[in-house]
């Protein structure tokens, strides 16, 4: 139980070592490490969806012969639409912009920024939730272990998404406390997340499968929809390539090493 709570707990550690930044840098994060560092994320996020998820997902069904890939196909899909959805439905704002998304709304543009973030960091949380809930209904190749090596994983690309959250709104204007606060609030939805996932997994069992890959389509959709488009845009570019590779082998060698 330790271990669980402690597991569950560590991503939103980085989320704030992330955020407290705030206190130690007095202008935004230099662009060249702001792609590397969205390049590092969506790294970590592909693996953990492909290490972590979606391969324990088949490899749960693999006495079904070639239909072993049907619950991670259809999981992956509805991960995918569930966070379209949210997208949708959900007034929010992406960092470097200023048009808002979603639904009209006369939210503030920080409720509307934290909202964005919230939507980015649920389905890591599901994540680390549901590989936990995995390792304890003895799914094949998820240890405790290996839980706690996406936790860590997740918890490292937090760092400087907790830095890219606090900092602009640091120079916004809002003051060092502020920011620092927001930004850390905007990782408390994984620990919820993954509490929720893990006392539905232990209530659907014959569904953990979707479930996996369930979490593995959500991510994999904020990494599409949000941290891509914005390591791309604009220059130093090849930096956040170079940050992705660095971040996919990282969470490759963590989820792979300490499973053995």
Same mark, same amino acid.
């Given at each position: 139980?330790?271990?669980?709570?402690?597991?569950?707990?560590?991503?939103?550690?980085?989320?704030?070592?992330?955020?407290?930044?705030?206190?130690?840098?007095?202008?935004?994060?230099?662009?060249?490490?702001?792609?590397?560092?969205? =390049?590092? &994320?969506?790294?970590?996020?592909?693996? $953990?969806?492909?290490? #972590? @998820?979606? *391969?324990?997902?088949?490899?749960?069904? /693999?006495?079904?012969?070639?239909?072993?890939?049907?619950?991670?196909?259809?999981?992956?899909?509805?991960?995918?639409?569930?966070?379209?959805?949210?997208?949708?439905?959900?007034?929010?704002?992406?960092?470097?912009?200023?048009?808002?998304?979603?639904?009209?709304?006369?939210?503030?543009?920080?409720?509307?920024?934290?909202?964005?973030?919230?939507?980015?960091?649920?389905?890591?949380?599901?994540?680390v939730?549901?590989?936990?809930?995995?390792?304890?209904? =003895?799914? &094949?190749?998820?240890?405790?272990?290996? $839980?706690?090596?996406? #936790? @860590?994983? *997740?918890?490292?690309?937090?760092?400087? /998404?907790?830095?890219?959250?606090?900092?602009?709104?640091?120079?916004?204007?809002?003051?060092?406390?502020?920011?620092?606060?927001?930004?850390?609030?905007?990782?408390?939805v994984?620990?919820?997340?993954?509490?929720?996932?893990?006392?539905?997994?232990s209530?659907?069992?014959?569904?953990l499968?979707?479930?996996?890959?369930?979490?593995?389509?959500?991510?994999?959709?904020?990494?599409?929809?949000?941290?891509?488009?914005?390591?791309?845009?604009?220059?130093?570019?090849?930096?956040?390539?170079i940050?992705?590779?660095?971040?996919?082998?990282?969470?490759m *060698?963590?989820?792979?090493?300490?499973?053995?």
């Open positions: 139980m330790t271990t669980l709570i402690i597991g569950l707990l560590i991503p939103l550690c980085g989320t704030v070592l992330g955020s407290a930044f705030v206190f130690f840098m007095k202008d935004e994060i230099p662009e060249r490490v702001q792609k590397s560092l969205l =390049g590092f &994320a969506s790294g970590v996020m592909v693996a $953990a969806s492909v290490w #972590s @998820l979606l *391969i324990p997902s088949m490899e749960m069904e /693999e006495t079904k012969g070639a239909w072993a890939v049907l619950p991670a196909a259809v999981g992956f899909l509805l991960g995918m639409f569930f966070l379209l959805a949210v997208d949708e439905l959900t007034p929010h704002l992406h960092l470097g912009t200023d048009k808002p998304e979603g639904p009209h709304s006369k939210l503030s543009r920080t409720a509307m920024l934290a909202l964005a973030v919230t939507i980015h960091n649920l389905p890591e949380g599901m994540a939730g549901i590989v936990f809930a995995g390792a304890d209904q =003895g799914v &094949a190749n998820l240890s405790l272990a290996s $839980a706690v090596a996406v #936790s @860590l994983g *997740i918890a490292i690309q937090n760092v400087p /998404e907790g830095a890219i959250i606090s900092m602009p709104m640091r120079a916004a204007g809002n003051s060092r406390w502020r920011s620092f606060i927001i930004g850390s609030l905007s990782g408390v994984e620990p919820i997340g993954g509490v929720v996932v893990i006392l539905l997994a209530m659907l069992t014959p569904i499968p979707y479930m996996l890959a369930f979490a593995a389509g959500a991510m994999c959709y904020v990494v599409v929809e949000e941290l891509i488009p914005e390591a791309s845009a604009g220059c130093h570019t090849n930096l956040s390539t940050g992705f590779a660095i971040g996919f082998v990282l969470m *060698i963590l989820d792979v090493v300490v499973s053995l």
